[in-house]
């Protein structure tokens, strides 16, 4: 049996923390750069058995990965296994010429950019630091630097947020040029501050969602992107510009994750380490893996489970192993309702039904 070949690394610190924010972050707590670092890879190390010997993607993610301390940042991007795609998530404002070449020297071949809008009335009110400028300055200096992927995180459904503001988010996205689109929703999770202070607001917003969402389709289709996933969509291109580590996480694929409140799913068994700073550098500063919590993964939990990811996909679900998870009498309902297509041994939502999508996965499990 071959090994795992996808690495989650979380780097945790943030400058600030935005008000929709339920990732696991720290703020400040510069000092503890170096330390983190140095249990990171204390805890690689203890999973190395599990990774194959070829990696074919890591991912940093975070947190603000490029906010991490430039010395302790490149020590862990030496050690780190060589990987065919090797991403790293930074927050605009953070990638100076200095850091853009720091990310080229070192094996990181595609850069994700939390972009969210470029509307300066709503990245106040998302709380974001990074500027419209300082998005096009990052991806101008990646590209001097000879990164050529790079994605732009665009967020829609901010309160206040028009139908006119996003068409004109995806046109300023566009003439950037990125190789990748991720497009997502804004979800205000229950007790953040951001649902105190928006939540009548976020209310009235979701009746306009699903306009919201067909007018990204439409753009950027419409611009020669492929809309491969629910919220990402790629450059046509010689080469494949799919996000390859959460490609690997939509088709089911084993996955190890390090850092505070990683999640790493290998065979039938998941775990989450524990999103304590302080416990996670004191199990790891004595070569023991942190505090985790373990959840058994059984056929009938990863069947549901690849069912539910894999009809993400513009490509069709492959259902050999997975006829359990599914409801005959929905598949058909809904194939008569022209939301699925099945054909032989596959299935695959049709456009309409990927509109709707986690409703009609939903109905289809049984």
Same mark, same amino acid.
């Given at each position: ?104 020297? +070192?094996?990181? +071949? ?8 470029? +509307? ?30 790079? +994605? ?215």
């Amino acid at each position: 049996m071959s090994g795992v070949r996808h690495l989650y690394v979380h780097l945790p610190f943030c400058a600030h923390r935005c008000g929709y924010c339920d990732f696991v972050t720290v703020v400040g707590r510069d000092d503890q750069h170096g330390a983190y670092v140095d249990a990171l890879l204390a805890e690689l190390e203890l999973e190395r058995g599990l990774l194959d010997a070829e990696l074919e993607s890591v991912f940093l993610g975070g947190g603000t990965p490029t906010l991490t301390e430039p010395g302790a940042f490149e020590r862990l991007l030496r050690a780190l296994p060589r990987a065919r795609e090797v991403t790293v998530e930074a927050n605009p404002e953070t990638v100076t010429p200095a850091l853009a070449a720091l990310l080229s020297r +070192n094996g990181v +071949n595609r850069v994700s950019l939390g972009a969210q809008t470029f +509307n300066t009335v709503l990245l106040d009110v998302l709380e974001r630091r990074a500027q419209p400028s300082d998005v096009r300055r990052a991806v101008q200096r990646l590209r001097d630097a000879g990164v050529d992927n790079v +994605n732009l995180d665009l967020v829609y459904g901010i309160p206040g947020q028009t139908a006119a503001d996003l068409d004109r988010d995806l046109a300023d996205a566009l003439a950037l040029e990125p190789e990748h689109l991720s497009c997502y929703e804004l979800e205000a999770k229950p007790g953040t501050r951001f649902t105190h202070a928006h939540g009548a607001e976020l209310e009235r917003q979701a009746d306009a969602m699903e306009g919201y969402f067909e007018l990204v389709v439409d753009r950027l289709t419409t611009a020669g992107y492929r809309w491969y996933e629910t919220a990402n969509f790629c450059r046509r291109d010689a080469r494949d510009l799919r996000a390859q580590h959460n490609l690997a996480y939509w088709e089911g694929r084993d996955y190890v994750g390090i850092g505070i409140g990683a999640v790493s799913t290998v065979g039938a068994v998941r775990w989450r380490n524990t999103p304590r700073l302080r416990s996670y550098l004191d199990a790891l500063g004595t070569v023991r893996r942190p505090e985790r919590e373990l959840e058994p993964l059984d056929d009938e939990v990863k069947a549901r489970e690849r069912v539910l990811l894999g009809l993400r996909l513009d490509e069709p679900l492959v259902l050999d192993g997975l006829d359990s998870a599914l409801d005959s009498a929905a598949l058909g309902r809904l194939a008569g309702l022209g939301l699925l297509e099945r054909r032989g041994r596959t299935l695959a939502l049709t456009r309409r039904g990927r509109f709707l999508g986690g409703g009609v996965t939903a109905d289809l499990l049984a």
